[in-house]
């Protein structure tokens, strides 16, 4: 088979670039799992931005006007009128409310019993209310929400801490409740300092004429929660200054951080040493990132991670007239055309690692990365993003601090509403480095059988232990689905996480070993890896024996998935084990409803079967498993809002178990 050589991103300048950027990265990765390799440190911002020239760089405070401030109604006219009278609406229903007190007690919920959601529902309750009425205020102009807006500053300015309990555990003192003395910044301490510092530059006149110690309390918080400690301190681990591994708690607070440092430093050295600092910090994660653009979080986390990455380059860029400038460079623009890559159709994403297989992705934050790194595609999904989601007829989306997207969104409103939507349905994609495929029958076209899978270790960030994991859509509709993640709680990211049922591989599309599933860590991983894509199919090949433990006792076990394309996907297993002590087991998760037949056939069937609505099957040996069937409630609602209230696992048991074999699993209509 010939090995296509194509570009896989949606936008068609940079072919060329692209290519030469993943067979580069393919050449270095070889067959063993490239995220094991030692990476190039080429410090992309720092180069661009070194600290000894920020100072001619960065605008002066007073110089920088990124959006117009309340008050300035020409500049808030440049918003579509219906999106204004939405946000006006929005602000109205929050005149004279309440600010509901988060409680030491609910603060405890953490460590007495696991739930981090009750905190977090009143902390972030009160954040929205501010940014929703800092936005009518802005867009209204009248000073109706004045009142209540200075009572949502001063109320936030009073809590002993802005960030969750759940990120507690940073402090000397552990988890708990928060000492006041050493104040930590996680990333909803910094979404708050970022709020704050909007507020601040929006409506600062206006809270001055009701007290100047209004903005004086704001920005000392600011300064003493977010700028002094992150200037200061150097062992906070999402800086990965001391050689942590970094996720997408790097940018997302770096993006905070920056904010509020452009906003609110006076001081001109603090805040230019705070910008340099930034950039060192940048760098980390991207000295750290897969060439190929994959983020290994999942797409959900994308919005936080490449998302992130691209609110900081964007504020940079602004801040310095444009004297920062990295977006033309491969990397960034692979960060970018991920989250295209990874769409399979409509509101599901590949969905591998912590994320939901169904969720909105920001539109304007996609046209606007698009636009930055020049690519009409990109520029296009976000486009075909805002009409599924209704941009332009109601009030922009907002989560946590708000005010860091919802000024880009609104002010780039109208040009993302004259572009021409573009749904990315790319043939095939392939990441050499995060070992992660999709492909799908019919270019352009969500109709017929799409299959993604994945190989990479057991160590990522946010990782399932799912090496060789693998899903199947038809006709832009689940079939054989990675379940994704429940509703986080303390267990989620401690050393009981394997406990968790979704992150374990007997709930993933994988074989249970000698009774034994895979385990966590680095050392587990893929191997001899391979993807070749056609016209006519697309074929994914890995050993997964090395994601498996020694009492296994797994010799080798090759795995080779198969999009033969209008047609079918075969999945070919090849194994040989040291010793057989259980009964082999295969798990499929269905979203669609199974139903057995004696002859070796899964009729799979739509949850509500349309009149129109094809089944599909699995075909297998029936000498050699037999079939059975669980179904599985689903009670978490971040489950159900993927899957609605049921998912089912079937179990395919070798009914005797040879110590070497080989077998083929076929999904076809």
Known sequence: MSKTR??????????????????????????????????????????????????????????????PKAGDAAGWQKIPEAVRSAHIRKAEKRLNCDWPLPKASLFLDFVRDGNRSRYEAVSFSRRQQLWELVIGECVEGRGRFMDDILNGVWAICEESFWGAPAHLSA???????????????????????????????????????????????????????????????????????????????????????????????????????????IVRCLDQFLNAYPKDGGCDEGPGYWDRAGGSLFDCLELLASASNGKIDIFSRPLVREIGRYIGRVHIAGRYYINFADAPARFEASASLIYRYGRSIR???????????????????????????????????????????????????????????????????????????????KGGHNAESHNHNDIGNFIVYADGKPVLVDVGVETYTAKTFSSRRYEIWTMQSAYHNLPTINGVMQKEGRPYRAADVRYEADAERAVFELDIAKAYPPEAAVKSWKRSLTLERGRRILIAESYELESVRKP??????????????????????????????????????????EANVETIPLLDEKLRASWGDTLYRILLAARHTPAKARFEIRIEN
Not at 591 to 618: C, H, N, Q, Y
């Open 6 to 67: 194509r570009s896989w991103n949606f936008g068609e300048s940079e072919i060329i670039m692209t290519i030469i950027t993943i067979l580069v990265a393919a050449l270095f990765i070889g067959t063993s799992g490239g995220q094991g390799l030692t990476q190039e440190k080429p410090n992309l911002l720092g180069g661009v931005a070194p600290a000894a020239k920020l100072k001619d760089m960065i605008l002066p405070i007073a110089a920088w006007h990124p959006y």
């Open 171 to 277: 402090q000397k003192r552990g988890e708990g409740l928060p000492d006041v003395t050493e104040p930590i910044v996680d990333l909803f301490a910094a979404e708050t300092g970022m709020l704050l510092a909007w507020t601040d530059y929006l409506l600062g006149d206006a809270l001055d004429a009701v007290s100047p110690l209004v903005r004086e309390r704001v920005r000392d918080e600011i300064r003493r929660r977010i700028l002094t400690p992150n200037l200061e301190r150097d062992d906070f681990w999402w800086m990965g200054l001391h050689g942590q591994m970094v996720n997408n708690w790097n940018p997302w607070i770096c993006s905070n951080w920056l904010t509020a440092a452009l906003l609110v430093e006076t001081d001109p050295a603090r805040r230019i040493q705070a910008v340099a600092k």
């Open 375 to 453: 690519d009409k595609g990109m520029e296009g999904f976000g486009a075909y993003l805002a009409g599924y989601q209704g941009l332009g007829k109601d009030s922009v989306y907002g989560s946590f601090g708000g005010l860091g997207r919802i000024l880009p969104a609104l002010f780039s409103l109208t040009d993302l509403l004259k572009v021409e939507p573009r749904e990315p349905l790319a043939r095939d994609f392939w990441l050499p480095e995060l070992q992660v495929m999709g492909a799908r029958s019919i270019e352009n076209s969500s109709d017929g059988l799409y299959l993604a899978a």
């Open 584 to 625: 082999l087991a295969l798990t499929f998760m269905s979203w669609r409803k199974p139903s057995v037949f004696a002859d070796g056939r899964i009729r799979l069937d739509m949850p509500e079967t349309p009149l129109d609505s094809k089944p599909l099957f699995v075909v297998f040996d029936k000498n050699f498993f």
